[in-house]
Structures are given as C-alpha cells and as structure tokens.
C-alpha cells in the first residue's frame, strides 16, 4: 500500500513516504502459534516473487505450502514436495533468551536462494494487560543466489510464553 506519514524520533520529525505492508490473520489460530512456523515473502530482482510457509513439527507436510508469482502477476501454488527451508544457523535474544533460526537455504524447484536477516535483532515483544504475549521474530532479509532479492521473514512459535494468570 502506498505510505505518507511523519515518523517522530527523538524530538525531530520526518516526513516519510513509501510502501507499507498490512498483514492480518483471523481464526483460531492458537495451534498455530502454539506449534510454530515459518513464512517468507521473497521477492526476487527479476520481478517474481514467493510466499512460502513451514509449520514445525516432524510431520509438517500437510502444513506446508506456497506459491510463485511470475512476473506477468500469475500465481501458481506450491506443494509442500516442491520446495524445501533448511536452516543455516540460529540466533539467541539477549532480552527474551529466545532462539531463532537465522539464516535458511530455501529451495524452489531447481533454484536455490540464500535468505540472511539483514539485522539479527528483529524479535517483537508484545506486553498487553489481557496477554503476556507474543514473541516472535520478523524482519527484513536480504536473498541472494542466482537471483537476488530481498525478503520479509516471520517466525513463530520459538519464544513459548508463559500463560496468563486468571
């Protein structure tokens, strides 16, 4: 979506513009967060782009899917057979204690893409009066491989938080 607004930081404001990213889900999406996943925007230098998502547990593979958009704008949807996430390295929050996978080699067919936090810290730490949490880990990454590109990565599920007290 197209952004203009006033971003305010130590008592001086910028007026900024750009392109922002609305992202909502609904449902009952506690077993979701409870077992954990994750989700990858990619989009490449050569206008195509991937949505990819990996719930965890040992068998994910009804919980794994995706999908490639062409540069003509065709989507196409992937089977959890079709790609594969491995993880390259792990992260630990010096706030939370929390370990995150940092750094994935995603495979796409016969394509295979580097994905690397462009910053490491990128936890989110909800602090609600109703909810303890979430933590969760999203951020910008940089893709490299025989396409560059940039990407946008969430991860959920690592940080278990304490349940609310009634």
Same mark, same amino acid.
């Given at each position: =979506?197209?952004?203009?607004?006033?971003?305010?930081?130590?008592?001086?404001?910028?007026?900024?513009?750009?392109?922002?990213?609305?992202?909502?889900?609904?449902?009952?999406?506690?077993?979701?967060?409870?077992?954990?996943? %994750?989700? @990858?925007?990619?989009?490449?230098?050569?206008?195509?782009?991937? =949505?990819? @998502?990996? @719930?965890?547990?040992?068998? +994910?593979?009804?919980?794994?899917?995706?999908?490639?958009?062409?540069?003509?704008?065709?989507?196409?949807?992937?089977?959890?057979?079709? @790609?594969?996430? +491995?993880?390259?390295?792990? &992260?630990?929050?010096?706030?939370?204690? *929390?370990?995150?996978?940092?750094?994935?080699?995603?495979?796409?067919?016969?394509?295979?893409?580097?994905?690397?936090? +462009?910053? %490491?810290?990128?936890?989110?730490?909800?602090?609600?009066?109703? &909810?303890?949490?979430?933590?969760? &880990?999203?951020?910008? *990454?940089?893709?490299?491989?025989?396409?560059?590109? %940039?990407?946008?990565?969430?991860?959920?599920?690592?940080?278990? *938080?304490?349940?609310?007290?009634?």
């Amino acid at each position: =979506m197209a952004t203009t607004g006033t971003l305010s930081i130590k008592d001086k404001s910028y007026k900024v513009t750009g392109t922002s990213w609305f992202d909502r889900q609904y449902g009952e999406l506690f077993q979701a967060i409870d077992k954990g996943w %994750q989700w @990858f925007a990619i989009e490449l230098a050569d206008n195509r782009q991937f =949505m990819l @998502f990996d @719930f965890n547990g040992e068998d +994910a593979t009804v919980e794994k899917s995706g999908s490639i958009t062409d540069v003509q704008g065709r989507t196409t949807n992937l089977a959890a057979h079709q @790609f594969d996430v +491995a993880i390259l390295d792990y &992260w630990t929050s010096p706030t939370t204690g *929390c370990t995150y996978p940092a750094g994935w080699t995603v495979t796409i067919g016969s394509e295979t893409f580097t994905v690397q936090p +462009a910053v %490491q810290n990128q936890e989110l730490r909800g602090s609600h009066s109703f &909810w303890v949490g979430p933590v969760y &880990w999203e951020g910008a *990454c940089t893709v490299s491989g025989a396409v560059s590109g %940039q990407a946008y990565v969430e991860l959920n599920g690592y940080c278990k *938080c304490p349940k609310p007290a009634h």
